[in-house]
Each structure stands twice: as C-alpha cells, then as structure tokens.
C-alpha cells in the first residue's frame, strides 16, 4: 500500500505553490536581476567587499584606468621630474618607466620614482596613479 500523507502541514510543504516558496523564487530572480546588471553589479560588491584597489579614490572605472592613455612623468633619485611620453595604457606606463630607468643604469632601490598622470578630453592630468 503506497504511503499516504495524513498530516496537512507536510502537504504544503511539498506544493511547489506555497507563498513561501514563490517569495523564494521571486527572490532569486529580483538578485539574479541585480547581480547581473553592470553597475549595479558594480556597486554591490563594492558595498559588500570595499571597492578593487584600482578604484579606491577615482571615480572612474578600473576597465577605464587601465585602458586610458597616461601621460608618463619620471622622478630621479634628486627628484629632478622629466616627462618621457604618452602610454597608451597603464600597463604600458608602467614598462615605459621602467625601460626609462634601464636606459639610466639605475636599479628599482636607486630611489626613482614615477607618476602616471590620466589623460582625458578635459585634462592632461585628471588623475596621478
């Protein structure tokens, strides 16, 4: 003889129509939503986790700071500043202040030092990075 359910609080338990699971489902779905979406994406982790270390104190994105163009400045261990060029990227500032370095037969602890400054429509320096 196949089991019956006798008690009628089981019974809800199992209805894939109870209130309680149909505020689940809406639930999930509602985070799926914003999870999904960019910048409130975005935004939430930033709440939840602090935001990436390339975002903390710019209001720019860490796609656009890594791929906007720098204007490159070079510092020597005297301080003396020298603007060597525009880099394409971040990543490319950073070589090219390193290969500016390599050129002076100066090593990475000699005290030299670099300042990438954001270049935008607006300013040749919008940030220093």
Known sequence: MPYKILNRENDKMF??????????????VVGFVILTSGSAKADFFDFLFGP???????EYTCNELENAQ??????????EEKYIGLARNL?????????????????RDSGW???????TKLSECAEKH
Do not use: H, R
């Open 15 to 28: 209805n894939p129509n109870t209130p309680a699971k149909i505020f689940n489902k809406l639930l999930m």
């Open 52 to 58: 990436e270390p390339c975002k903390a104190g710019t």
């Open 70 to 79: 720098y204007n490159v400045y070079f510092y020597s261990p005297d301080k």
């Open 91 to 107: 990543a490319t500032a950073k070589i090219i202040s390193v290969q500016y370095a390599n050129s002076l037969n100066l090593s």
């Open 113 to 119: 030092t670099t300042t990438f400054c954001l270049k």
